[in-house]
């Protein structure tokens, strides 16, 4: 089983690990650890270096409960919520994991919602941590 974890190194980030750790166990997956960055090739470097470190603590954090793991940044200049799902179908993953922020409904509205995105064009379940 291919497991996406949407991972941008929030205090959401615990929780949604755990999960992530107990369905992998359960199901003898792997788990695909992505962050998605949409300023594409315009994305300041400082930010690509602080997305790679936050991967990388999320990958030994796998790795110390012996859970098969690789990390993935894209920088593909899509809105997060499209590059996730694209690169889930393009894994061919069959779970996703993501968090999701409590915001007004006039906040989803001006600023949009990766987590809106995802649960309504995953090919896949979606399990959201909150």
Known sequence: MK????YKGTNVGKDLMDIAVKHAKAFDGEILIVTS???GDKSEKQ???GAEKNLEQAKV???DFKVKSETHLLVRGLVAGEDIVKFAKEKNVD???????SRSKVGKLIFGSTAQIVILAAHCPVLTVK
């Open 3 to 6: 497991i996406l974890v949407g």
């Open 37 to 39: 960055m949409p300023g």
């Open 47 to 49: 930010d690509i270096i």
């Open 61 to 63: 954090y796998f790795d």
């Open 95 to 101: 779970e996703i994991i993501i968090g999701v922020r």
